[in-house]
């Protein structure tokens, strides 16, 4: 969503900024987890495997678990929320909003705008982890927030319209205030 337009009867910046991120790429993986699980579906109502009843099993299983594996690792990240209140910055993904990050803004050092995030940079799409980049969530390549901890480690999230989303979360920091340290 957009940052919302401004005039003289509305506050600079609204109660609550909400962006969102999507990856419609996502879809196809998921239709090939489903396939994955209805192969497995499929083998185990009508087999005609001569082998022997542990092959079968195997194949069943193993198919069902890598489509249940694919379909709902790739649903999780189809797309991103991002909401943003007086207190804190929350970040949910998938229909299911997990998982889900809440930052309070007494532990947000600064938020800054990053152009251009690619999977690649992060070692693909989801919840990723490097320790020399700190942690983000990633559903698409493009625009994102990253926003700096006063722990050191940063957090980067995509989501459209970010440079409204940096300005909206640098409005609500306080200049100067250290959060607790845990």
Not at 86 to 92: A, F, P, Q
Request: with cysteine; net charge positive; hydrophobic share 45%.
């Amino acid at each position: 969503m957009r940052d919302h337009p401004r005039d003289a009867h509305t506050p600079h910046h609204p109660d609550v900024w909400t962006g969102r991120a999507t990856n419609r790429i996502q879809w196809l993986l998921a239709l090939v987890g489903a396939g994955c699980m209805a192969l497995g579906i499929e083998l185990a109502v009508d087999s005609a495997w001569t082998s022997g009843i542990a092959p079968l099993v195997m194949a069943v299983v193993g198919c069902i678990a890598a489509g249940l594996l694919v379909l709902f690792g790739t649903l999780a990240f189809v797309h991103v929320d991002l909401k943003l209140d007086k207190e804190c910055v929350e970040v949910r993904c998938g229909h299911m909003g997990v998982p889900r990050r809440r930052i309070p803004l007494t532990h947000v050092a600064g938020a800054d705008f990053d152009p251009q995030i690619t999977p690649r940079h992060w070692g693909g799409w989801g919840y990723r982890w490097r320790p020399e980049k700190g942690t983000a969530v990633v559903v698409r390549r493009g625009e994102g927030v990253v926003l700096r901890l006063w722990d050191g480690h940063t957090f980067t999230i995509t989501v459209d319209d970010a440079e409204a989303a940096v300005r909206a979360i640098r409005a609500r920091l306080r200049p100067n205030a250290p959060g607790p340290v845990h």
